[in-house]
T-cell receptor
Framework: DQQVKQNSPSLSVQEGRISILNCDYTNSMFDYFLWYKKYPAEGPTFLISISSIKDKNEDGRFTVFLNKSAKHLSLHIVPSQPGDSAVYFC??????????FGQGTELSVKP | GAGVSQTPSNKVTEKGKYVELRCDPISGHTALYWYRQSLGQGPEFLIYFQGTGAADDSGLPNDRFFAVRPEGSVSTLKIQRTERGDSAVYLCASATGVGETQYFGPGTRLLVL
């Protein structure tokens, strides 16, 4: 069973506009959520995280929103830049160490 | 400072052979994780260590897979009698402790012919 889902395999956005990447989860015991960014032939790079006790966390151009009742989180990138083009993974864990990842969304930011 | 390093970066082997994949975590990180990523998928958990002991090995697919971390730093993932389905990118991550942010290495790309 896929506990963390990213239903959009790809997203294309114009430079300067907002990118919104979505993630849904099924396990209500998840207490911490993270977004990772991955370039080809590199490992995932940590981007931003949010605890289940919050509904928003912001870091520069990146904001993560958490809607616990809907079991949904989203990553907003404003303004989007060509260097943001990568695969973005949503991940979650529940007090234990292991992360459960979504399938990823490939973001393409066009100049 | 130095990040997580993994060796080799690429490994090609024949079906039935034994392979070892190595992970050097960030200095001082006590938690170490192994994941496997197949094409078009997100990383899937295999095993993690807190110190020298395997705290959770529930993700290891079968008994051909084994991992050690004898001194609480470097870890080795060992795969016996490799099969073509083992072909994937094997990722290692480390963290200051369990539940803390995990930082990933570049991965080892394993191809079993």
């Amino acid at each position: 069973d896929q506990q963390v889902k990213q239903n959009s395999p790809s997203l294309s956005v114009q430079e300067g506009r907002i990118s919104i990447l979505n993630c849904d989860y099924t396990n209500s015991m998840f207490d911490y959520f993270l977004w990772y960014k991955k370039y080809p032939a590199e490992g995932p790079t940590f981007l931003i995280s949010i605890s289940s006790i919050k509904d928003k966390n912001e870091d520069g151009r990146f904001t993560v929103f958490l809607n616990k009742s809907a079991k949904h989180l989203s990553l907003h990138i404003v303004p989007s830049q060509p260097g943001d083009s990568a695969v973005y993974f949503c991940a979650a864990h529940n007090q234990g160490g292991k992360l459960i990842f979504g399938q990823g969304t490939e973001l393409s930011v066009k100049p | 400072g130095a990040g997580v390093s993994q060796t080799p970066s690429n490994k090609v082997t024949e079906k039935g052979k034994y392979v070892e994949l190595r992970c050097d975590p960030i200095s001082g990180h006590t938690a170490l994780y192994w994941y496997r990523q197949s094409l078009g998928q997100g990383p899937e958990f295999l095993i993690y260590f807190q110190g020298t002991g395997a705290a959770d090995d529930s993700g290891l697919p079968n008994d051909r897979f084994f991992a050690v971390r004898p001194e609480g730093s470097v870890s080795t993932l060992k795969i016996q009698r490799t099969e073509r389905g083992d072909s994937a990118v094997y990722l290692c991550a480390s963290a200051t402790g369990v539940g803390e942010t995990q930082y990933f290495g570049p991965g080892t790309r394993l191809l079993v012919l």
